[in-house]
Structure formats: C-alpha cells, structure tokens
C-alpha cells in the first residue's frame, strides 16, 4: 500500500487507465483530496463503489500529528509528528504577500551546518514526497488559511532527498 498523497497526477491516470476507467477519475480523485480534502475514501460519493474498494486495497491516507507550536511576530514554529513516530518541523512565515511555509525534507541532517539546530540530528530518514504534501495540507488546516509560497528547507538538504522533492 502507498500513501495517497504520494501518488503524482500522471500516476493516478496511469491506476485509472489500467483499471479500464477514464481518466477523469483521477480529475475526480485529486479534486476530493487537495480541494474538498476529504481524509477518507468514504467521504467520496461521485466514484463507483467497485473503485473506492480498489483504491481501499492500493492506498491509504497518512496522517500529521502538530505535537507542539511555538509562536513569534509573524512566524508560527510546528514540531510535527509522523506516522512512524519521528517528528520534523515546519515554519510559517507571514508576509505582506501571503503565507510561506518552511518544509522539512529530512528528519535529521547530515549537512552538520554551524548555523542550524537541525544539523545536531544526523539524518534519519528522507521525508517522502506526501509527507511534504501534508506539511503544507496540517498547516493549512491548522490555520484555516491557504499557504501561497512554499520553501523546501527545514530539517533536512533538499538535494539529499532530492528523488521524493521532485516527485
């Protein structure tokens, strides 16, 4: 099973595809989990039954636990709490042309960089690709604003994860 929120776009109609369904369905798919952003497969009722029972079988939902927050003039610090348990942090920063949101990559680092708290924790593990998708959708949630910049830094190099920052 895989995370759906790791699942790309092309994917998604690839899975449709190959179960002999149209590609609107992955259309359909991505509309209830980043625009209505259902948490569940139950929530959907524009899709047959048949491939709600498939997608059950094929993916899951993954969940982001916000463990603590930490707040200055406009900046807004999460510690987030994995599913595996391990945590990660995200940053949001207001400004006067939206909100930016700080992701982490990795949990720990190996860069060591003089400057960052992060570097006191060697790497852990990579963040996947929707893990990072639910940085940004906890926040949002949390905040009960859309985030209009995102910056992939955080715990973590971004080039050392570099296969699930560009999925």
Not at 112 to 134: D, P, Q, W, Y
Request: aromatic share 10%.
């Amino acid at each position: 099973m895989e995370n759906i929120y790791s699942i790309t776009f092309s994917r998604l109609v690839d899975y449709f595809l190959k179960m002999g369904e149209k590609k609107y369905r992955a259309i359909q798919l991505f509309d209830w989990l980043y625009v209505k952003r259902v948490t569940s497969f139950d929530s959907i009722t524009n899709i047959k039954k048949e491939i709600i029972s498939q997608l059950k079988k094929d993916f899951y939902f993954d969940k982001i636990e916000i463990i603590n927050q930490e707040e200055d003039i406009d900046v807004k610090k999460y510690l987030l709490k994995l599913s595996d348990g391990e945590t990660i942090e995200a940053v949001l920063m207001n400004h006067d042309y939206g909100n930016s949101l700080c992701i982490s990559s990795e949990v720990g680092c190996n860069m060591a960089c003089s400057f960052c708290e992060s570097g006191r924790i060697k790497k852990i593990r990579n963040v996947t690709s929707g893990e990072m998708v639910l940085e940004l959708m906890t926040i949002e949630k949390a905040i009960n604003e859309r985030i209009s910049h995102v910056v992939i830094m955080g715990i973590g190099e971004p080039f050392d994860n570099y296969n699930n920052f560009c999925d």
